[in-house]
């Protein structure tokens, strides 16, 4: 996507008018997100793809020029995602890209972590690879901590400082991975060390990730060197990073939403907004449905109250500036790649036409290109490696303890990437500690897929409000094991066997009975059905969900999330239970001490 | 100045406690360019000459520890000039650090293209290797035009676009320096498109100057490219540029004087301003002493309006991001260079204290540190090369037209870059062309310095309203030919003479007497001198101005640019009178058609 020489002296001489443009349009009222100004009565000429000139272009229509008119409606740039990951779609790129286009996202800075997770550099050269070919601009930041701690879990593969440096090679490869890694990068972790400092002598941008409120980590990460934080939840924090000089990403994603606690930052403090920009992280497929992307998000930061121009610099300009794409993208002026968007209202952000590199791509509800197809290797599709077939059995936590032992337990928050560490009493009967359904407390397991090790590590969770079956995912970030929750431990087990049968996925079993599933046999993450399909897949899982009981929003989002060891505060990984605050592995019983 | 690794892991110990601060500042009331706050209660702790902690540092005191107390003190990052020419300064490098670090200038992108025209590549190294060396950070734009036209003028040197491929890879080399070529760019120029394209392909800034008013000309420019601006004078101008996505320097130097035309974008208009910086362009040793430099800039904005924080954003962070250097450069924040300034009032922006990495380098009026002599090497000092003696008779201008005649004039401007087309009636005598000390007509000359040519272009000029004498320049804008301007001919040639035998210089003669005289020795440009002397000369060299009749305000500068061909609207070069407009030659004499 790199603007070439001659596209520019093209460009140049269209606005000279010795060139006729290829596509001029007229009337529309022009989102300008330098100047913060509504541009009227100025037509656009395009060339080459790109914006080679704003104002009176009848002299540059010619014969072969597409006129287009855009009369009533509100022009702006393409919207910009900074921070997101398709595979949260459960879609392919290619299907993701159809699904975000129409939604107005006409780039995304995408870290395809998860894929990293399962099958390291190739797995991300695929991802990136399928992306350079779609009319949606794809832009990779290089996954930075694969797996996402060296101490507590088992991915699939993993990813070298060399690795991330050949990445960095890559066009369009613009940056480092959210660094989630941060205690590591703190203490001088080698690995992450590397990579930073790779990262900074390619001149791009090191993306971060901070949960933690401690100024002296927070000050410790900045000065290493990670200029940006998606992991921003309440207004002090949001300050205090730009206090920094961070670049904050208010992220509103499925299963997690930052706007409303962050929005105030701009109402309220008015600060500058320059170093802000809106992202989606993770959203799954029911929200591009029946939100949208990127442009709810602009939606939903209206309705707290930003403006809408405000909120669109957020998720145009801003993001192009933090990721030093401002030389094409981000907005509309010369030289900029034609990605436009025909709106009739800014706070509904709903496009009805979207141009990018100056071709209508999408108009009244239809697209007008056609997608190529990327197929991924046989190798691809086959990640679910399993030592054996699951029995009930193998989900029993044994104890010596007797007739109750106190546990630790894994408290998920709905609409929240935290858990909270809880206890529970819990009855055993034949050294097997029992679960307890009246107060929530189920048997959650997480599987080795990957080595064929055999390896399960057996807990407790609470949240879900299961009242009966089980439910298993390959998606199970960052490590993607295979995570099995249930009442039923016959349950758990053939819903174990069967997501290994289709390789991989998401699964609820009640009763022995498949109630729904949503084969992702791609890396055991991605379907390779388009996204109604998928979408349709997943609203039957979630129903299913519900039928056991979970009252959850988006609860199998909240449930892959379950094995994440960097975010705090308890976690479960396929080595057992992990302490994110301790960043150590804790047992499941508590002895009194 | 790239921060090391092993820099950044030494922030990240003492953020977390594990190390003790080199330095720790107390007390001062930090001035937050990014939140646009006033921080109180906060202390700064500095490892490894960088910004490792805000906040409460006592903990991080220990016995080598160096405690500075601030009350009383507002402190601010270090101000950074993000497009000035040392050359205009007269100074060397290291005696313009001098000048400008104990007002508060902690970084300079310097475009070093005065000593370029003189001696290409080699020359741009000398400044650059001198600015290395400094407690002054800095940065150099690679001149882009040298010589700043092909056609209209003959320099000293010319820079190819090898050179400037090769000067980007130097260390601190931040960018291309200013295009002044814009009819270059727009039409396709190979030398400017090989240029901007290295420029762009090294991740690095294309800086621009763009003072034409066609906004076709000025699309075309961006388009092309190039993304900012320091040639804007008008409220209007600056809004266009920024609804372009350019970023625009506000340029306040000694001779021409933007802040009060553009201060009305920020506080009428309300523009976003992390597109505006404030720049110095050009400032003479007189202004450095008794104004300032870049604090001078922001007092005056502060004047016009602005508030104090928003201009010292506009100082600091915003050239900071300009140059893609806001990792460790722009703000007080954690890993950035501890280059800090303690001031006593923002809208006054008088450094009490400097600090540069971390070190007090500049304290109660004194310098705390030595400046390192670099030598130029004795070429440097050897750059008049005239072919011969001149004589009075080498300032006639003939014509066969008789008895009067009708020539263009170049009228100059006070406080003004750009020079207007006039014409003028002038009697001829014996063949020879009369000036019109009346009507303020009098001689100008330039005269090829670099090829022993004995090329000598005559014209005639108004503005300066000598009354007699000569006065004679190798400061010549850009070329930097020996320019000589007079009523008296035979003091044109003593100007001239004494001009070569000093090695360059800038000098007044009135009735055969020299009235005053700047030694120039480095290159015709600067002194090897320090400030004081120097600015005592340049002060003498006014004041003798002034007895030769002339009431503008810093002549020399408006007489240095006379002679060049890239600033609207008429100039004399080396080969004759260039009419800018055009971008071509026009004959001195004008017969009627």
Chains 1, 2 share one sequence.
Not at 399 to 425: F, G
């Amino acid at each position: 996507m790199k603007m070439t020489r001659a596209q520019r002296l093209q460009l140049a001489a269209t606005a000279l008018g010795k060139r006729k443009a290829d596509t001029v349009i007229t009337n529309g009222i022009i989102v300008n997100v330098h100047s913060k100004e509504h541009i009227r009565d100025k037509d656009i000429a395009i060339t080459s793809g790109a914006i080679a000139y704003i104002g009176d272009c009848q002299q540059l229509i010619g014969k072969e020029t597409e006129v287009i008119d855009a009369s009533g409606k509100f022009i702006t740039p393409g919207l910009i995602d900074g921070h997101m990951h398709v595979e949260s779609t459960m879609l392919s790129v290619t299907e993701f890209a159809k699904a975000a286009l129409k939604q107005g996202t006409t780039s995304i800075f995408m870290d395809p972590h998860e894929i990293a997770n399962v099958f390291g550099l190739k797995g991300v050269r695929w991802m990136h690879e399928e992306g350079q070919k779609l009319p949606l601009r794809v832009f990779t930041t290089v996954p930075s901590c694969v797996p996402a701690t060296d101490t507590l879990e088992d991915a699939g593969a993993e990813l070298l400082p060399k690795d991330v440096e050949q990445a960095l090679e890559w066009e369009n490869v613009t940056g480092l991975g959210e660094v989630m890694n941060f205690p590591g990068v703190v203490h001088g972790d080698e690995k992450m060390a590397q990579e930073i400092e790779a990262t900074i002598q390619a001149g791009k941008t090191v993306t971060g990730h901070i949960p933690a409120d401690d100024p002296k980590m927070l000050q410790a990460y900045v000065a290493s060197g990670v200029t940006s934080c998606h992991e921003t939840v309440t207004r002090e924090q949001a300050l205090e990073k730009l206090r920094l000089g961070m670049h904050v990403m208010i992220r509103e994603g499925s299963a997690w939403q930052d706007v409303e606690q962050l929005a105030p930052i701009i109402t309220k403090d008015h600060v500058p907004t320059d170093n802000l920009s809106l992202v989606t992280d993770d959203v799954y497929p029911q929200t591009l449905t029946e939100l949208g992307h990127l442009n709810y998000v602009i939606r939903k930061a209206v309705k707290e109250g930003v403006d809408p121009i405000t909120a669109l610099q957020l998720a145009t300009i801003n993001a192009a500036k933090y990721f030093k794409c401002e030389d094409t993208l981000g907005s509309i002026a010369p030289g900029k790649w034609a990605d436009l968007l025909f709106i009739d209202s800014l706070a509904e952000m709903k496009p009805s036409s979207v141009l990018v590199g100056g071709k209508m791509i999408y108009d009244q509800g239809m697209y007008k290109v056609n997608f190529p197809v990327y197929t991924y290797p046989t190798e691809a599709k086959n990640s679910v490696h399993l030592k054996k077939e699951l029995k009930a059995e193998d989900f029993h936590t044994k104890t010596l303890t007797q007739p109750k032992v106190t546990v630790n337990v894994i408290e998920v928050l709905e609409n929240n990437a935290r858990t909270a560490k809880a206890k529970a009493e819990l009855t055993v009967r034949n050294s097997i500690i029992q679960s307890n359904i009246k107060e929530d407390i189920i048997h959650l397991a997480c599987i080795d897929r990957h080595h064929r090790s055999g390896q399960i590590s057996n807990a407790f969770v609470k949240g879900f409000q299961l009242q009966s079956g089980a439910v298993a995912s390959t998606v199970a970030h960052d490590s993607h094991n295979l995570l099995v929750m249930g009442v039923n431990k016959e349950d758990m087990a053939i819903a174990a066997n069967k997501i290994a049968e289709l390789g991989g996925g998401m699964i609820v079993v009640n009763h022995g009975k498949i109630l729904a599933e949503v084969p992702l046999p791609i890396a055991g993450l991605m379907s390779d059905k388009p996204l109604e399909q998928v979408g349709e897949q997943v609203e039957s899982l979630e129903q299913a969900w519900k039928k056991l009981g979970c009252k959850m929003n988006a609860p199998f989002m909240t449930f892959s999330l379950i094995a994440l060891p960097v975010i705090p505060s308890i976690r479960i990984t396929n080595r057992g239970i992990a302490d994110v605050d301790a960043f150590e592995l804790m047992p499941l019983e508590i002895t009194e001490s």
